[in-house]
């Protein structure tokens, strides 16, 4: 599977941004997506998971509320939309798939390239 993510940029806090994730190479609504950031740092960390229908997701207890993952499969895209965005946020995102038959926050052997998100205060 191959992932680009796009959509990061600069936005000040308190506002809004939605990632997009296109995949290609398999297969979309066969694997589990997520979303994973890692901060200026700081080590890799969950964000979101999604199941293969969309029907089910998953999130990181402190982002629960202001970020909601969603996915189109006949697009083959995942979004991640952000609000209320505040400086702990700015990270680079990933997007990143899994072959599990079931949402997980670990085993996603297929990742992006990564997207810059900045909140500025």
């Known amino acids: 599977v191959q992932l680009q993510a796009s959509g990061g940029g600069l936005v000040q806090a308190g506002g809004s941004l939605r990632l997009s994730c296109a995949a290609s190479g398999r297969t979309f609504s066969n694997v589990v997506m997520a979303w994973f950031r890692q901060a200026p740092g700081k080590e890799r960390q969950f964000v979101a998971a999604i199941s293969r229908s969309g029907r089910s997701s998953d999130y990181a207890d402190s982002l629960k509320g202001r970020f909601a993952i969603s996915r189109d499969n006949a697009k083959n895209t995942v979004y991640l939309q952000m609000n209320s965005l505040n400086t702990e946020d700015t990270a680079v995102y990933y997007c990143?798939?899994?072959?599990?038959?079931?949402?997980?926050?670990?085993?996603?052997?297929?990742w992006g390239p990564g997207t810059l998100v900045t909140v500025s205060s």
């Open positions: 990143a798939a899994s072959n599990r038959p079931y949402t997980t926050r670990t085993d996603y052997p297929y």
